[in-house]
């Protein structure tokens, strides 16, 4: 990596698709300019993918060492000390991510490159060389670069996986892909002008800002430019450009009361923020004035204490970065990273390990994984609620799926643009306007006509948002449908019943949830749908959940849950269970399924040796079939709240097409998990009806 090459990015796209393939990764820096609690990049990544590497691990020697080894002539001293603490980290995880030294340790540009050289030499390590080509003006210039660059490695003997051309302009994107040739993988990112652009946070932590408005949630704006508002106001307006940050004297009520208006307004841009200077805050009155605006956020205002001069100064010096709060660039990074990068090319020439475990990250990694090759439309009809639109940003940023919303397309994008949200992939469609509105209506009164519906009755359900979304997965407009964050259960769940119905072969429709523990994912059904299922349905339950479990790389070993385990228990109670377990096993002889269970037995290996010592199941159960919805309700509540686990869910199993629900005290996260998981499921829909 030479020179602002953007190998955070690169470490993001690694490390993402390391969590997914293996079970304990560590990062590890040669060398830091920074204390290892501090350093920006151990401190990212280490608490983004939840490393459990302590960070006094991920260093080789600080700048300072370095620098007196070196002065001393004693370089051979600084590689053995690094290598040996690399050996220590090597003996205690399955791989070791390294990144390469910083640009700004004030090296010369050759000895910085053969520190890196002769460090990789002395870990034996093979390398993925960063190239920084932000400053090329051609593809031949970049060519003779890297053939440098192998001709380099080649005589050090060091083995290149492969070469990420970074930063590269878009206008050269489609020659250097035509013309670069190199003796192994190479790739080309394109530069994004968001990436280097600061958060409204990141302007606040380098400038000492105080934030003086209450929407914390806005702060992950970026700034395209700052603009200083000392004009009047009717020339002011002229100069607002969307991504702006306006610099203004704090008691400038004028440009401050104008400004939030012209944010309001569709014809103008959409403004990021407000710095206020000389440490003046607005007056009580215009306070009052700009919070009484109903049903739209506010702009994020921040003040310094010092004059407007000063303060465009150090907005101007803020470095842009990509930090643990940078949740939109992250998702904007990730998403480069995997539209651009092979990961299965690279992947193949790593030797990794396989995990034998499903951990929370891995799963997550895995799950997105899985959504980006799936090709799906997730329909979302709920595009009022701001929880919803930020997730949508993340998944299409993620490019984990398409997005399709409902709604009016000028008041979701005046939404999008008063929230700074970008939401340009995404389909709208307004049901008021829908085209074959007649269709929808006259296949569901076919549908229901033997339930009593008449053509009128048909056309006022059409109406209704969770009907019509139901309508177009059915129909074939969208692939599947995520709703619930302001419906309830039943209005999200009813008309998929009604409409899309159950699959050919399925005896019931039935959900799980993905409990994302501390160390392991576990599945949970059903703990939303059947109240009170028989022992047929519980063996359908048991069969169903364990092939969700399969679709999402979860190994099942499936517990039939009751009050005792194995042949102690008598009563009707666990005489379904055992009547299930056996149902369970005769239709699916492939699949692991034990009962009746404790849940005890079924996780606590202690007590399954106790209980059950001959089991395959208790103690390493991954699949958790409750015999009756309140026990599971209940149980994965208790669960999420005593353990402090993540419940995915509930998601549904044994319909046509997916339909998933959401709580309506659900975070973006869960909401980004869920239309990932439904995309997943179209796509296994789609590929059991075209095989």
Known sequence: DAGQAGTRIVALGLMAMLKREVADVAYFKPIISRPAETEPDIHFVKNYFKLRQPVETAYGLHINHVRKLIAEDRLHEMYERILERYHALEQAYDFILCE?????????????????????????????????????????????????????????????LSFIVNRLDGSLM????????????????????????????????????????????????????????????????????DGALIIVPGDRADILV?????????????????????????????????????????????TLSVDTQTAALMVQAVQPEITLKSKRKISLAEGLFNDHVDLEIIKKRFRLPRPETMTPVRFTYMLYEKARHSGSDILLPESD?????????????????????????????????????????????????????????????????????????????????????????????????????????????????????????????????????????????????????????????????????????????????????????????????????????????????????????AIDPQVAKEKMPDSRVAGQATVFIFPDLNTGNNTYKAVQRSAGAIAIGPIMQGIRKPVNDLSR???????VHTIAITAVQAAMEKEEQHP
Not at 194 to 205: D, G, K, R, W
Not at 498 to 511: F, N, Q, V, W
């Open 100 to 160: 390469g030294i910083e640009d700004d340790f004030d090296f010369e540009e050759v000895l910085d490159f053969d520190i890196d050289l002769e460090i990789a030499v002395s870990l034996a390590i093979p390398l993925i060389v960063v190239v920084n080509a932000q400053k090329t003006e051609n593809s031949t210039d970049l060519q003779q670069h890297l053939r440098l660059l192998e001709r380099t490695f080649a005589k050090r003997r060091l083995q290149v």
């Open 385 to 601: 609620d701001e929880r919803v639109l930020r997730a949508v940003e993340i998944v299409l940023r993620r490019n984990l799926c398409q997005i399709t919303l409902l709604g009016k397309p000028e008041k979701i994008s005046q939404r999008a643009s008063l929230l700074g949200l970008d939401l340009a992939k995404a389909r709208i469609v307004d049901p008021e306007q829908f085209p074959d509105m007649d269709t929808f209506v006259e296949t569901f009164y076919r549908l229901r006509k033997h339930k009593g519906i008449i053509r009128p009755m048909a056309k006022e359900m059409m109406s209704r948002v969770s009907y019509f979304a139901t309508m177009m997965v059915y129909l074939g407009h969208a692939d599947g449908l995520v709703s619930g964050a302001t419906h309830t259960t039943r209005e999200t769940i009813k008309p998929a019943f009604e409409i899309i119905k159950m699959r050919p072969g399925a005896g019931l429709i039935s959900s799980v949830f993905f409990m994302l523990l501390h160390d392991r994912v576990l599945v949970y059904g059903d703990c939303a749908v059947n109240p009170y299922p028989d022992a047929d349905a519980l063996a359908e339950i048991a069969i169903q959940s364990a092939r969700t479990a399969q679709t999402f790389g979860i190994e099942p070993r499936v517990a039939m849950l009751s009050y005792s385990s194995g042949d102690s228990g008598i009563g009707k109670d666990v005489e379904k269970v055992r009547l299930a377990t056996e149902t369970a096993r005769r239709k699916a002889p492939d699949l692991l399924i034990e009962g009746p269970m404790q849940y005890d037995a």
């Open 258 to 302: 104008g400004t939030f208006w012209a944010n309001l307004s569709r014809k103008n841009p959409s403004i990021a923020g407000i710095l206020l200077t000389g440490g003046l805050v607005p007056s009580e009155s215009i306070m009052h004035l700009l919070s009484g605006v109903v049903d739209f956020p506010a702009l994020p205002m921040i």
């Open 174 to 241: 489609e020659e250097a892909q035509a013309t670069l040739q190199t003796e192994t993988p190479l790739f080309t990112l394109p530069e994004v002008a968001e990436l280097n652009q600061p958060t409204i946070a990141e302007i606040m932590e380098q400038t000492g800002a105080t934030l003086i408005s209450e929407n914390e949630k806005m702060l992950d704006r970026s700034v395209s430019q700052s603009i200083v508002g000392a004009m009047t106001l009717e020339h002011y307006l002229h100069y607002l450009k």
């Open 665 to 671: 005290g659900c975070l973006v996260e869960d909401i």
